[in-house]
T-cell receptor, first 110, second 115 residues
Framework: GDSVTQMEGPVTLSEEAFLTINCTYT??????LFWYVQYPGEGLQLLLK?????DKGSNKGFEATYRKETTSFHLEKGSVQVSDSAVYFC?????????FGAGTTVTVRA | SQTIHQWPATLVQPVGSPLSLECTVE??????LYWYRQAAGRGLQLLFY??????ISSEVPQNLSASRPQDRQFILSSKKLLLSDSGFYLC??????????????FGEGSRLTVL
């Protein structure tokens, strides 16, 4: 079945550092790929998405490119802020079900 | 615009007690509805989904059940809670007829602690 594997944290960074969270997937067909973010005590919010190969999703300075050849959807941000501290989930959707990775906790220190 | 609400936000229950978590979506008709659980330090697991009133599909066997008595209402229940039922429960919805392509929209979550 479909599955998502993402880099497990926790990840601790200083403000203005570069952030990368690796995400790879296994799926049949051509799934849509997503990154969700969960701030402390809150539900999940969609951060960005890509629906086909080579699409780049971007939002709030974050980017991720749908790489079919490497089955990857790595999340990147060039300069993180303290407000980016959260749990980040990579997710895949091939049919009715949105399958999530385990989540990566990111802490940004001032 | 569409909104989704869950309640209660926080719940502490003894082992063996019943459970009822409620989720309501506003601003859309005939949404697909989902219940996910996030256990401590783990990812999200799909528990139930529903494509219409009275239609419930279960993803994993457990002592939880779900019901959809109205178009935009989704309820998660248990007759007798277990310690392992503790976690953060998230309700979500998406647009009917677009299964497989779009994102899910999540509620604020309900944190359940079973003691």
């Amino acid at each position: 079945g479909d599955s998502v594997t993402q880099m497990e944290g926790p990840v601790t960074l200083s403000e203005e550092a570069f952030l990368t969270i690796n995400c790879t997937y296994t799926a049949t067909g051509y799934p849509s790929l997503f990154w969700y973010v969960q701030y402390p005590g809150e539900g999940l919010q969609l951060l960005l998405k890509a629906t086909k190969a080579d699409d780049k999703g971007s939002n709030k300075g974050f980017e991720a490119t749908y790489r079919k050849e490497t089955t990857s959807f790595h999340l990147e941000k060039g300069s993180v802020q303290v407000s980016d501290s959260a749990v980040y989930f990579c997710a895949l959707r091939g049919d009715y079900k949105l399958s999530f990775g385990a989540g990566t906790t990111v802490t940004v220190r001032a | 615009s569409q909104t989704i609400h869950q309640w209660p936000a926080t719940l502490v229950q003894p082992v063996g007690s019943p459970l009822s978590l409620e989720c309501t979506v506003e601003g859309t008709s005939n949404p697909n509805l989902y219940w996910y659980r996030q256990a401590a330090g783990r990812g999200l697991q799909l528990l139930f989904y529903s494509v219409g009133i009275g239609q419930i599909s279960s993803e994993v066997p457990q002592n939880l059940s779900a019901s959809r008595p109205q178009d935009r209402q989704f309820i998660l229940s248990s007759k007798k809670l277990l310690l392992s039922d503790s976690g953060f429960y998230l309700c979500a919805w998406d647009v009917s007829g677009r299964i497989g392509t779009g994102e899910l929209f999540f509620g604020e979550g309900s944190r359940l602690t079973v003691l």
